[in-house]
């Protein structure tokens, strides 16, 4: 059976955070994901491994560690209810000083609106550079996409926090009514 090789490029700052004091991260990842991960000071990483399954979540875990995800949060994608994906602010904005005010829109003043979304949604907001990365649950992806979307396209910050709002009290009736069918 033959390796499974992918490679990929995260920015050069975000190379000390993936291989971690002394490699412990790169390490740890490797052993969590049965893979061998070479990374070179220009951000180049290939990951091998001897499952196409195995690479592809340990390029998630890259992936997410190289758009601004700490390793901690970015080691959420072992668990198979966790997803990661990536917005990218060109498709909002059309010049830098126009990404740069929607980024100032997802973080909100002193980071409450940052804060508010992950609380509401259980998620993770990681924002670096031209892109804004997400981690949440399978099943709560969709509505934390769709609200930094929403923030994206103009949208409130006080319609979406109700939207937010009003998806969590579904989901915790879903919850509540799931454990009371369980009985």
Known sequence: MSDFEQTLKIPKERVAILI?????????????????????????????SKDSISSWI???IVKAIG?????????????DNYVFELIELKDFASNEKGMKRLKGRVIGERGKAQKTIEE????????FGKTIGLIAEVSKMETLRTAIEMLLSGARHATVFAKLEKQRRNWKRDELLGNINNI
């Not at 758009?67 to 668990?79: H, K, T, V, Y």
């Open 20 to 48: 971690g004091t002394k490699g412990e991260t790169k390490k740890a990842l490797e052993k969590d994901t049965n893979s061998k991960i070479n990374v070179d000071s220009e951000g180049a990483v290939t990951i091998t």
């Open 120 to 127: 509401l949604t259980d998620g993770y907001i990681a924002i």
């Open 67 to 79: 758009r601004g995800f700490s390793p901690e949060i970015a080691r959420l994608l072992l668990n």
């Open 58 to 60: 340990a390029k998630q």
